[in-house]
C-alpha cells in the first residue's frame, strides 16, 4: 500500500506496546444520550485518560491525540503513518490543496508555498492595507451615526475582501460580497447535512451555484488579461500553471480557488470576531497593547500580535485534525494499529493546565514574556503543524495584525448582547450574533 508521501510502506511496528487506554463504552453512551457535543467527549476523553486515548463511536476505535509530543509525532515527525483521507468541506472545496492528497497535494501545496513565504508576502502588502482602510473609514462612519452593526459581519467583510484582492487584484464590490455569502452559508451548514454525499450536496446546491457563478466570471475576466488595480493575483498564477500542467483544469482551479477563498477569509473573520469579544471582557488588554508602543512600532506590532495569538489559543483556526493510521504505529509507548481513526486537537492541547497555567484566562501577555509559553512545537498550533500545516499563517496573522492597527486606536465596539458560547464546525465559531456601536 502507497503512502501518502508516496513512498513504500514501513514494516509493521512490533507489537510491544500498550494498547491506548479506552474510555468506558458506559460513558460514551451516556453522551451519546445527554445530546452534547463532540467537543465534550473529547474533553472526557482527555480528563480521564490523558494525552493520547480512545474512544468507539462505531466498530473501530478513534485515537484521541492532544500530548505536544504525540502531536508532533503524528503530524510533523510522521505524516507518511498518519494521512489525510478527506476534509469535511469536501463538497464545497472538491480537490483543492486543503482536500487533495498524495502527489496531487504536493504539487498543489508547492506551487502555493512561494506565494506565502516573508517575500511572497510582500506583494499582498498593499492589498492587505486597502481592505483595512476600507473597513475603518466603515467604522468611522458608524462611530459617527452611532448605527448597530454586527462585528462578526464586519470581519467576515474585511477578510473577504483581502482575500478577494489578493486572488483577483479587484477590491471587493457589493455584487461579489452578496453573491460570496453563500461560502459562509454553506460552511455553517456542513455539520447539519445529510451523510449521503448527493443528499448533502442537493441540500446547499443553491448555495453552490451562487459560488461558481462567481467563480467562473473571476476565471474568464482573468483569462482575458483583466489584472485588477492591485496587479494580477493567485488566480493568474493558477491559470498560467494550466498552460503548463493539465491538471489544472477549469474544474481543478475552481477548487483551488473557493479553497483559498474559504481558508482566507473563514478562519480570520472568526478569529476576529472572538478577539472583539475577549477584549469586551478585558479591556484592560487593548489598553496595555496600545501603551506598548507609538504607532508604527514594533514594540506595538508585538503587542497587537500578542492578542492575535491569545485568541488563537483559545479558538484556534483548525481546532481539530483528523488522520488514519496507514500502518501499524508505536505513539507514545502505545500501539496505534493500521486502520485507526486519529484525531489531533489543538483545542484541547491549548487548554491544558499542565502546559499553560490558568489556561481558560484570556492573557496576551503569554506571547511577550519570556518563558511565557511552552516552547514545544505541539503546545500551540492553531494552524497545525508539519507539512500539512495551513499555508496562510503569515498571511493571516498579517491580515489581522493590520486591520487591529487601524481600528484599536479609535475603537471599542459596545456590545449590545454577546454570544452564549461557541459552535464547534471547521472552525469554532461564536454561536450568534454580534451587535455593537462605537460610541461618537
Known sequence: MATEAGSAPRPQAARTGRPVPELDPALVERWRSDGAGLVDLLTLVRERLGGVGAFRLGP????LVTDPRAVQHVLALHPDRYVKRSHRARLLIGDGVLAATGAAWKGQRRLLQSQFTGTGMRRYEQRITGAARVAAGR???YARTGRTFDVGLEMRRFALDTIWR?????PLDEGTERELNAVAAVVAALPTL????VDAREAVADDLARIDAVVHLAIEAARGGAAGPDGPGLLHLLLDAAAERPE??????????VTLLVAGH????????????LLDRHPGARDDALAAGAPGSAERRRAVQALVHETLR??????ILPRYAVEDDLLAGHLVEAGSDVVVCPYLTHRDAGLWPDPERFDPGRFTAPDGRPTHPGAYLPFGIGPRACLGLRFALRESTVLLEHLLPAHAPVFHSVPSGAAYSITVRPDGPTPATLAP
Open 266 to 277: 473563514e478562519t480570520t473573520a472568526t478569529t476576529l470576531t472572538w478577539l472583539f469579544l
Open 314 to 319: 483559545l479558538y484556534p483556526s483548525a481546532w
Open 139 to 141: 467604522w468611522a462612519a
Open 248 to 257: 489544472y483544469t477549469d474544474r481543478l482551479i475552481r477548487d483551488e480557488l
Open 166 to 170: 489578493s486572488l483577483t487584484g479587484h
Open 194 to 197: 445529510p451523510a449521503d454525499a
Open 60 to 63: 473501530g476505535p478513534t485515537v
